[in-house]
């Protein structure tokens, strides 16, 4: 079954614990992409990565770090959690459209981050 | 910028009725758009992507439409059940740049017995 997984599915952590979310996808898509969404705000992106080893900075990527080192995987670190970083997180793939091709986004179920 | 706007933010229907749910961005320079569904607290389910070359997808009772000269989609739901209720989302990935989904803040329905 294609699927976009994150772990964990909650966590609540202290303010300055270094914390890192995982995400895997096994579909062999090249882009990926964390987004994080808040009430009011909606979904925004904070970190894309287009392939192994090239990531860039999203809308809203102050606070975190990511890295890819393998297709399937794009872990989102929080080197110094802050309350303002409790939201609802998202990771997602797709093709990346080289071709200009259109392709399909898939979303992993999120990760319910609460800082205190 | 690309903007996405939604409306209603929020729709109550009764079971079976016909409803349609409105999307509209900015800038017409699209890939695509994309249609989801979540439910509270849960992921993202894609129902229907658009391409820029075409002007509507069907999967069962959804219809979406896109109108990308006048920045427009729609989602076109028949027959409700009151398993539809949730939150609907569009976005839309814009021709150049990092390719990255922009988001409209959702329509929340809600389809009742």
């Known amino acids: 079954e294609a699927q976009v997984t994150q772990n964990p599915r909650y966590l609540i952590t202290v303010t300055g614990k270094k914390l890192t979310v995982t995400c895997s996808q096994n579909m062999n898509h090249e882009y990926m992409s964390w987004y994080r969404q808040d009430p009011g705000l909606g979904l925004r992106q904070i970190y894309y990565?287009?392939?192994?080893?090239?990531?860039d900075k999203g809308d809203v990527p102050e606070g975190y770090k990511v890295s890819r080192k393998e297709k399937r995987n794009f872990p989102l670190i929080l080197e110094s959690p802050s309350p303002n970083q409790t939201s609802l997180y998202f990771c997602?793939?797709?093709?990346?459209?080289?071709?200009?091709?259109?392709?399909?986004?898939?979303f992993g179920q999120g990760t319910r981050l609460t800082v205190v | 910028k690309q903007e996405v706007t939604q409306i209603p933010a929020a729709l109550s229907v009764p079971e079976g009725e016909n409803l349609v749910l409105n999307c509209s961005f900015t800038?017409?320079?699209?890939?695509?758009l994309q249609w989801f569904r979540q439910d509270p607290g849960k992921g993202l389910t894609s129902l229907l992507l658009?391409?820029?070359?075409?002007r509507e997808q069907t999967s069962g009772r959804l219809n979406a439409s896109l109108d990308k000269s006048s920045g427009r989609s729609t989602l076109y739901i028949a027959a409700s059940q009151p398993g539809d209720s949730a939150t609907y989302l569009c976005?839309?990935?814009?021709?150049?740049?990092?390719?990255?989904?922009?988001f409209g803040k959702g329509t929340k329905l809600t389809v009742n017995p």
């Open positions: 658009i391409q820029s070359s075409q």
């Open positions: 976005a839309v990935i814009r021709q150049g740049g990092s390719e990255k989904l922009v």
């Open positions: 997602a793939s797709s093709l990346w459209a080289t071709a200009r091709m259109n392709t399909e986004a898939f």
């Open positions: 800038d017409s320079a699209i890939y695509n």
């Open positions: 990565s287009m392939n192994v080893e090239v990531t």
